[in-house]
């Protein structure tokens, strides 16, 4: 069972920066796609970003531009730098995979949840006006 374990968030002002992690156990990285989803109170699971097994990424429509994802995979960790935040990215960050193999690797969009088989716990970013 791969663990999955976020990191660095919290409580900004409006415009303000957070740079997530998300550190996974001892597993096979190198042809997953790694997701980060968020979910607000009361609000279904919603995809942030992708990073696949190519290194392409891919975001979320309210992104624009304002985050960015990247992946260590020595360090199996997985980041996402996000920037002049807005209230409303007030949620749940979650930090998920989905697996792939040498024969079938894992390519971006990989937008819906369904496709992640691990998921970590989640960490709380919090952004005040």
């Known amino acids: 069972q791969v663990q999955l374990v976020e990191s660095g968030g919290g409580s900004v002002q409006a415009g303000g920066s957070l740079r997530l992690s998300c550190v996974g156990s001892?597993?096979?990285?190198?042809?997953?796609?790694m997701g980060w989803f968020r979910q607000a109170p009361g609000k279904g699971r919603e995809w942030v970003a992708t990073?696949?097994?190519?290194?392409?990424?891919n975001y979320g429509g309210f992104v624009k531009g304002r985050f960015a994802i990247s992946k260590d995979i020595a360090k199996n960790t997985l980041y996402l730098q996000m920037n002049s935040l807005k209230p409303e990215d007030t949620a749940m960050y979650l930090c998920?995979?989905?697996?792939?193999?040498?024969?079938?690797?894992?390519?971006?969009?990989?937008?819906?949840?369904?496709?992640?088989?691990?998921w970590g716990q989640g960490t709380q970013v919090t952004v005040s006006s």
């Open positions: 001892r597993y096979t990285y190198d042809y997953s796609c």
């Open positions: 998920a995979i989905a697996s792939g193999s040498s024969q079938s690797p894992c390519l971006v969009p990989r937008r819906s949840q369904y496709e992640y088989n691990f």
């Open positions: 990073i696949d097994s190519d290194d392409d990424t």
